[in-house]
């Protein structure tokens, strides 16, 4: 299909649907026609301002109404618009600013107080254009609205910035054109749809939720502040807003799903929930089907903002219930995509490699950063065309026989742990199948010399769990290696902007030695006392207490073997494994112990006192004679 500027598709519907709504949130409506004349007013004030066609144009405002009005102004200026997001923390937003060095600036009346604040700090020569829609319209209008090349820059956005210093990513024109045209014939977009606007403004998904309804004669429905935190109240929302499609990250979903569960609203209007940015849990899957059935479609999107927004896609079935993970399905028109193994192979099927994407509308890259671009844009492996290029996605995941692919995790998510290769995200994963865990993120917590040296999962929960519950869930179905041997229970995980884990913001779980003296109880028996010291010598911990569970003091499971050979030594019983495991702390293990002295008919305190001071030798036949072995 021929190339179509966005700002040209906008302006199109406008003249279909003048009257209908275009934006409508909290602090008010835009009709078409508003927006396309406070647009061409503003685009009028920018070119006033000395800026022109490829200037970069960051856009301070609150209120989403200003938002739109000002990019679909900066476009028709033919500038890079650059949304920001006040909400993020001051140092982000100082960084952002300053990493693109503009010179003229969107400032809207619902965001006046906070960017003196911030530009003063940032960007205090810059020039500021006011953006007031309570002022009288002026009327006036551009010349001509700029018609851009396909391959011209469009917009700016950041990466989330949890793995280190964001990186600014340059958008071009055709590629907003492809998704927005894609989505539409997809989901058969009609006038009059009503589309949630939930992602963050600095976040290039929210170029789905803004394009999408403009350019059809639909309706951008932005909810409250702080909704999207608010599970129950997010679903009555949508319910009552009449609203039919949503995109949003799986998060943020899942935040709805116990109010729906327990008969919550109908949502009679919704047809379609776009996830992406986060895997999709297939318990969470089960849960939409069992309340709707397929009624309400469940779309799977996967694009790096790198290769603009989505370039695979697949619609959620409930037999992907059944799967350990939900597919992130085959590459959308326009896009290829292949597995490549470490020798820049094309993987067979079934094998896990490297997505790498090939497309004409991918991002132009990094701004100003060519060594960054050149690192991740790289040429195609497969080809010998020096400027055929393939963005290396970092992600990895295997094909499987329908020509699906399966999200495997990322590439700075494998660690390696006593040797054994471990993908945090598959333990994520798993957790998150629990019924009682509405999300988990697994680190590796480092030994002195900053080697991997065990695994902590944060857990946020929609009712409380035991770390001993969560470790009996995990047993049956990962390697010894993958289980974590710290739980940190969290109100809610921190985020990052575009709603994924905020793994630099997750606390440093306490080293065991420090988690023992916060809570520790001493032994009380003659049992738990010889106990404590088998644990002291076999852990990192010098005075264990009766209730520390031992994989929270540095226990794993070599160790457990070890610790069952040395109980059989010393008092002359077995203790099976899954009942220690049911209750993996000393004041358990005495327990099990004293049950099994008894029904050997021994009387425990005087095996104690026999064994006391006889040798190894002595002490094994004397436990033979009473049952053990």
Known sequence: MAFQAVHGLVQQAAQRFADHVAVECPQGRLTYAELAARSDELAVAIRSSGAGVGCVVPILAEDRRELVVAVLAVLKAGGVFVPVDLAAPPLRLRTMLTATAPEWVIVGASAAERADEILESALPLARRV?????????????????????DD???????????????????????????????????DVKPGVRVSQLASPGFDAILRDLFVPLTTGGTVC??????????????????????????????????????????????????????????????????????????????????????????????????????????????????RVVLLDGRNQPCPPGAVGEIHIRTPYMSLGYFHQPDATRASFVPNPLGDDPEDFVYRTGDFARALPDGSLEYVGRRDQQIKLGGVRVELGEI????????????????????????????????????????????????????????????????????????KVDRRALPVPLPPRQRVEQDYVAPRTATEETLAGIWARLLPVDKPGVTHDFFDI??????????????????????????????????????????????????????????????????ERLLTQNGGN
């Open 130 to 150: 006011p953006l007031d829609l309570a002022a009288e319209p002026t009327g006036a209008a551009p010349e001509r609205i700029h018609r851009p090349d396909p």
């Open 153 to 187: 820059a469009a917009y700016i956005f950041f990466t989330s910035g949890s793995t280190g210093q964001p990186k600014a990513i340059v958008g071009r024109m055709q590629g907003i054109d492809h998704f927005v045209r894609w989505e539409t014939e997809l989901l």
């Open 222 to 335: 932005v909810p409250p502040a702080g909704l999207t935190l608010d599970g129950p109240a997010l679903a009555r929302w949508i319910d009552e807003e009449r609203i039919n499609l949503v995109h949003t990250v799986p998060t943020v979903w899942r935040g709805l799903l116990p109010s729906l569960a327990a008969g919550g609203p109908e949502l009679a209007e919704l047809r379609c929930v776009a996830l992406a940015g986060e895997p999709v849990a297939p318990s969470d899957a089960a849960t939409w089907f069992d309340r709707y059935g397929e009624r309400i479609g469940l779309l799977n999107l996967y694009g790096p903002s790198e290769t603009t927004m989505t370039k695979m896609f697949h619609f959620i079935t409930p037999a992907d219930t059944e799967r350990s993970t939900v597919p992130i399905g085959k590459a959308m028109p326009g896009a």
């Open 428 to 499: 994520e994963h798993l957790l998150r199948a629990y019924h009682a865990v509405r999300d988990a993120a697994v680190t590796a917590v480092p030994d002195d010399e900053g080697n991997p040296a065990y695994l902590c999962a944060f857990v946020e929960s929609v009712q409380p769990v035991e770390a001993a519950d969560l470790r009996a869930h995990l047993a049956p179905r990962v390697p010894d290696a993958h289980l974590p041997r710290v739980f940190v229970p969290m109100e809610r995980l921190p985020r990052t902007i575009s709603g």
């Open 554 to 619: 540095g226990g794993h499971s070599l160790l457990v073997m070890r610790l069952i050979a040395a109980v059989t030594t010393e008092f002359g019983v077995d203790v099976h494994l899954q009942k220690f495991l049911a209750a993996p702390t000393i004041e358990g293990l005495a327990a099990e112990i004293e049950t099994a002295l008894l029904a050997a008919g021994s009387d425990l305190d005087d095996l104690l006192a026999d064994l006391d001071g006889l040798d190894e030798a002595e002490a």
